[in-house]
């Protein structure tokens, strides 16, 4: 059984160019895509942490029976009460106040509180905020949420720049290689070659470029994202130790490469058919 020849083909050093180039593309829209998967589930999971918990702040003392009494009486909404002591507030801001001096006086009575949740958490914040400042984890760290989300959105945008580079890029070496190809589109209009055909035969060129660097560009990124992601996880700080991927967004990942194959057959079909019809 023989093969049906192909009609179109690249040089070596043109294919190798624009193997190259759909390489780096394809690890750059790997590469956004997966650190914007990495915040989104670090952001997600730093809320959900958070939303359960509030540090109540007694500032003046005269109050300070009433916010216990409050506590005390729902007491099977509240998991976990944790009355910081003066001790502790002394060695966390020890750093920032200079020695000398009772410290104690200017102090509020806090209380760092679990709820079992979010409806519990906002009942009592009805009772004990006409008492005390009721300032929840969540609400507090909202600037670390919000900067997240901005980094997110910063690489769903070069994400897109990629994938429009990558669209681009697509199109050129359609139109090149119908360019170099010309005399043999003449031909094939010549003895009655459908569009269609002719597009078939661009198309298995630009398949072959792209699976050849879609594996490329993802093997590269894929140990590139796990670096990031240990690098995150070793800080220990806040947002940066939540970063990770799932299964599923690793899932997507693999995807991605496949995605832009797909992509990039559709211009090469779009993109040769309307120079035919120019020519």
């Not at 915040?39 to 540090?55: E, K």
Request: with cysteine; charged share 15%; aromatic share 8%.
């Amino acid at each position: 059984m023989t093969k049906k020849p192909i009609v179109f083909s690249l040089v070596k050093d043109q294919s190798i160019f624009m193997t190259a180039i759909m390489s780096l593309l394809t690890f750059l829209a790997v590469l956004a895509f997966g650190i914007a998967l990495a915040i989104g589930t670090g952001v997600i999971r730093w809320n959900s942490q958070w939303d359960l918990y509030a540090t109540v702040q007694i500032m003046d003392s005269d109050n300070t029976q009433k916010v216990k009494k409050i506590i005390d009486d729902n007491s099977e909404k509240i998991t976990v009460v944790n009355e910081i002591t003066t001790d502790q507030m002394r060695d966390l801001l020890g750093p920032w106040i200079s020695g000398g001096g009772a410290l104690e006086n200017y102090l509020p009575k806090m209380y760092e509180l679990q709820f079992n949740t979010t409806k519990d958490l906002e009942s009592v914040k009805k009772e004990i905020s006409e008492y005390a400042r009721f300032l929840t984890h969540a609400q507090a760290l909202k600037s670390s949420t919000s900067a997240g989300w901005k980094m997110i959105l910063i690489s769903s945008f070069v994400l897109l720049l990629t994938l429009g580079a990558i669209a681009i890029c697509i199109s050129y070496i359609a139109r090149n290689t119908a360019l170099l190809h010309r005399r043999e589109l003449e031909i094939l209009n010549q003895i009655g070659a459908t569009d269609s055909y002719v597009a078939y035969q661009m198309q298995i060129i630009i398949a072959k470029i792209c699976i050849v660097s879609g594996t490329a560009g993802f093997v590269v990124a894929a140990p590139i994202l796990l670096l990031i992601l240990g690098a995150a996880h070793s800080a220990r700080v806040g947002l940066m130790a939540m970063l990770s991927i799932s299964g599923w967004g690793w899932f997507a990942l693999i995807l991605l490469p496949i995605a832009i194959v797909i992509f990039a057959i559709w211009i090469t079909k779009r993109t040769t058919i309307n120079i035919l019809k120019n020519n």
